[in-house]
């Protein structure tokens, strides 16, 4: 990796628990020799358990966060998570066509709000064609890919929608080996496969997300990236700990070498 420290624009949610949103992207870039610079696009009330509801941040104060933060520091990467609105996602837009040419890795984590009726189609239409790596698990892909009936025609459907990579993994806890499979322009490229490990987390996918976005902003090829991101993710979830009633938290802070 680059001796240097990128700095990683991650656009997410606030989860008072410090597990998973832009907690996790904090823990997980300064774990990796990244600088994060946090935009906040909701304020959730949640424990370890769920999420109980939710402050939509107003969509001016959204831009005017990216905005700042473009005007002034070079940002190396771009990561989007729980983008809470189809207002969000147009303003998203906006302002990353203003600001072209850096890594962008999409986590739209549907299954952790209420979405609006046009949410997807304002997704595929709007952010797709921005992304350099879309994360998805497997039901997310099958809700955005609404002709696909298979993993693999998703992917098709969602590369020929702009995107230049997706990820699709299955869904936790269903099989006894977790698989997320990576997909290009040429097909299928590679898989990744985990142990299964007998807890629920707060923040597995963000983890996730931001450490593959962490190693794109230090130039690692996507391949690489995710292979890195897989890695330091099984640590951290090995290393997870109880800190409330509910799901467990990664243990991301570590050294690069640990």
Not at 7 to 35: K, Q, R
Not at 54 to 66: G, H, K, P, R, Y
Not at 199 to 225: D, E, K, R
Request: glycine share 6%; net charge negative.
């Amino acid at each position: 990796m680059n001796k240097t420290t990128p700095a990683v624009m991650c656009v997410a949610e606030l989860d008072p628990t410090g597990g998973g949103g832009i907690a996790a992207d904090i823990e997980t870039m300064c774990s990796l020799a990244c600088h994060c610079t946090p935009i906040m696009t909701a304020i959730n009330i949640q424990d370890t358990q769920d999420i109980k509801d939710s402050a939509i941040v107003d969509n001016l104060l959204l831009i005017e966060q990216m905005r700042a933060v473009l005007e002034d520091i070079d940002v190396s990467a771009v990561k989007l998570h729980q983008l809470a609105t189809v207002a969000h996602i147009e303003s998203i837009h906006t302002v990353l066509k203003d600001y072209p040419a850096r890594p962008t890795v999409l986590d739209p984590a549907l299954w952790s709000l209420p979405v609006e009726p046009d949410y997807g189609d304002a997704l595929c239409a709007l952010l797709l064609p921005l992304t350099t790596l879309l994360v998805l698990t497997e039901q997310e892909a099958l809700e955005l890919a609404g002709s696909a009936d298979n993993v693999t025609a998703c992917a098709h459907e969602l590369l020929e929608m702009g995107c230049d990579a997706v990820l699709i993994s299955t869904e936790p806890g269903i099989y006894q080996s977790y698989v997320s499979r990576l997909y290009g322009r040429a097909g299928l490229q590679q898989s990744f496969e985990w142990e299964h490990l007998p807890n629920n987390f707060v923040g597995a996918g963000s983890t996730f997300a931001a450490a593959i976005t962490a190693y794109m902003a230090h130039g690692l090829p996507i391949q690489s990236a995710v292979r890195q991101a897989k890695e330091y993710t099984w640590r951290a979830l090995s290393n997870a700990r109880r800190i409330g009633m509910g799901k467990l938290v990664p243990g991301r802070i570590r050294t690069r070498d640990s």
